[in-house]
């Protein structure tokens, strides 16, 4: 994995770090755009997910499973709550997997470092769910001390 994957965290402010710290607690994380090849970010991240205690559901349409664990072609697929959404696809893609999230319940929206999008946070906005974008939850994660 690329060094630059996932930068050390920067200091949020008051409002990031209180939605930083209610996704950090969610249990339930849909990651889209999760691979199945190990070299990948999105592996990486998905695997110390698991190894921490998170129930990693894959969302990838090109995949049946990856970890292990069954792969869904879609959020609107999965079953049960989802508590955070965890995004690894290009920013022109952010604001359909918002929508996504919203339709679904989840509680978070999280784009990951170097993935940022205008729209997807007005969407998570208007809905009153948490967002944060271009941060790794992996770093955050382990940073967090949870």
Not at 72 to 101: K, T
Request: charged share 25%; with cysteine.
């Amino acid at each position: 994995m690329p060094d630059d994957a996932c930068p050390l965290p920067t200091r949020p402010g008051d409002d990031e770090s209180a939605a930083i710290r209610r996704m950090l607690a969610g249990r339930r994380i849909a990651v889209v755009g999760l691979s199945d090849d190990p070299s990948r970010p999105s592996h990486d991240v998905a695997s110390y997910l698991i190894s921490a205690g998170k129930d990693v559901i894959p969302v990838n349409p090109n995949h049946r499973s990856v970890l292990g664990r069954r792969c869904y072609a879609s959020l609107d697929q999965v079953p049960g709550p989802i508590d955070l959404v965890d995004v690894f696809r290009r920013p022109e893609h952010c604001a359909e997997v918002a929508r996504q999230a919203v339709a679904v319940g989840a509680k978070g929206l999280w784009l990951q470092a170097g993935i940022a999008s205008e729209e997807a946070e007005r969407i998570a906005a208007e809905a009153g769910i948490d967002f944060v974008q271009d941060r790794c939850l992996k770093v955050e994660l382990m940073f967090s001390g949870q």
